[in-house]
């Protein structure tokens, strides 16, 4: 089983910056992609960004030139840089990892909590 734990989340003005990170835990064989998902109330989730082992990433539009993903594959870990951050932004955001466990032979996508990113006007 594969287990992630997001941290980072907070409350923050318009136009401040926040650094939300995630680490992927367990019986862990390999991991393709990682990534971050936010849902604001009433919405669906939606992507914000993902990044693949190889450090391809990709950005929703909304985001782009404002947020930026990394990833550190030896510690399983992910983080997303958020600066530039607008009211829009508030929402519950989380990690997933496209991963494959040491007792599957499958890949599944795993999710964490949750962390809380309010952004004041």
């Known amino acids: 089983q594969v287990k992630l734990v997001e941290s980072g989340g907070g409350l923050v003005q318009a136009g401040g910056s926040l650094r939300l990170s995630c680490t992927a835990s367990g019986s862990i064989f390999a991991i393709i992609s990682m990534g971050w998902y936010r849902q604001a109330p009433g919405k669906q989730r939606e992507l914000v960004a993902t990044?693949?082992?190889?450090?391809?990433?990709n950005y929703a539009d909304s985001v782009k030139g404002r947020f930026t993903i990394s990833r550190d594959n030896a510690e399983n870990t992910v983080n997303l840089q958020m600066n530039g951050l607008k009211p829009e932004d508030t929402a519950v955001y989380y990690c997933?990892?496209?991963?494959?466990?040491?007792?599957?032979?499958?890949?599944?996508?795993?999710w964490g909590q949750g962390t809380q990113v309010t952004v004041s006007s």
């Open positions: 997933d990892a496209n991963a494959r466990s040491t007792t599957s032979t499958n890949f599944y996508t795993y």
């Open positions: 990044i693949t082992s190889g450090r391809r990433a």
